[in-house]
């Protein structure tokens, strides 16, 4: 119940094009859920997060949706550039603990 | 306006030594969580602690792993006897205050037993 579940494992995008990538989960007490970039050798850096009041945040080319009542919600990227070519982790937390449930990741590959 | 720092940044020991990670939060920081990741994976909680308090250790092993944030200095994750599988990338995150949920990472310490 507290996992967090992401897929794509990979993602392939042609620049320009869009970049989807999902998760859910099954703890209706998360109510905190972040998106992590993660560039190899690096430590994760916050990209954007929403909570579960709103259905879609914004920020640049970065997207969430949030579906309450599937408990799923995506990433988009618009207008995919190579350096967005780097690792995406979902997370969730319940503002209790403070402590984040992350997905297993997922790499992704922008060619021009 | 330094970022979170860890360190040393690659660490090998041998099995049955013992491993020190060290983490430094952002300035004005107090609240420190640990996180593992093994090779392919995501990450996955060990503690969180407050200055001088381990708030939560639910995700740390039962043995040979502690972890301490002294009221001076950095914060210690400390693992004893190593084995192979305790080969990871350790990240530490620090936020300003409970309840805020930012999390800033450092650049994590990549340990590899032989």
């Given amino acids: 119940q507290?996992?967090?579940?992401?897929?794509?494992?990979?993602?392939?995008?042609?620049?320009?094009?869009i970049s989807i990538i999902?998760?859910?989960?099954?703890?209706?007490a998360f109510d905190y859920f972040p998106w992590?970039?993660?560039?190899?050798?690096?430590?994760?850096?916050?990209?954007?997060?929403i909570r579960p009041d709103v259905s879609e945040k914004k920020e640049g080319r970065f997207?969430?949706?949030?579906?309450?009542?599937?408990?799923?919600?995506?990433?988009?990227?618009?207008?995919?550039?190579?350096g967005d070519s780097a690792t995406y982790f979902c997370a969730a937390s319940m503002d209790n603990t403070d402590k984040l449930i992350f997905g297993t990741g997922t790499r992704l590959q922008v060619f021009p | 306006n330094a970022g979170v720092m860890q360190n040393p940044r690659h660490l090998v020991r041998r099995?049955?030594?013992?491993?020190?990670?060290?983490?430094?939060?952002?300035?004005?920081?107090?609240?420190?969580?640990?996180?593992?990741?093994?090779?392919?994976?995501?990450?996955?909680?060990?503690?969180?602690?407050?200055k001088e308090n381990i708030i939560d250790e639910s995700g740390m092993p039962k043995e040979r792993?502690?972890?301490?944030?002294?009221?001076?200095?950095?914060s210690?994750?400390?693992?004893?006897?190593?084995?192979?599988?305790?080969?990871?990338?350790?990240?530490?995150a620090s936020?300003?205050?409970?309840g805020l949920e930012t999390q800033y990472f450092g650049p994590g310490t990549r340990l590899l037993v032989l």
């Fill in chain 2, 95 to 98: 936020s300003p205050w409970e």
């Fill in chain 2, 65 to 74: 792993f502690s972890a301490e944030f002294p009221k001076e200095g950095p």
């Fill in chain 1, 63 to 82: 997207t969430i949706s949030f579906n309450k009542s599937a408990k799923q919600f995506s990433l988009h990227i618009m207008d995919s550039q190579p």
């Fill in chain 1, 36 to 49: 992590y970039q993660q560039f190899p050798g690096k430590g994760p850096a916050l990209l954007i997060a």
């Fill in chain 1, 2 to 17: 507290q996992q967090v579940k992401q897929s794509p494992q990979s993602l392939i995008v042609q620049k320009g094009g």
């Fill in chain 1, 22 to 28: 999902n998760c859910a989960y099954e703890n209706t």
């Fill in chain 2, 15 to 50: 099995r049955g030594q013992e491993a020190r990670l060290r983490c430094s939060p952002m300035k004005g920081h107090s609240h420190v969580y640990w996180y593992r990741q093994l090779p392919e994976e995501g990450l996955k909680f060990m503690v969180y602690l407050q």
């Fill in chain 2, 76 to 92: 210690i994750l400390r693992i004893q006897q190593v084995v192979r599988g305790d080969s990871a990338a350790y990240f530490c």
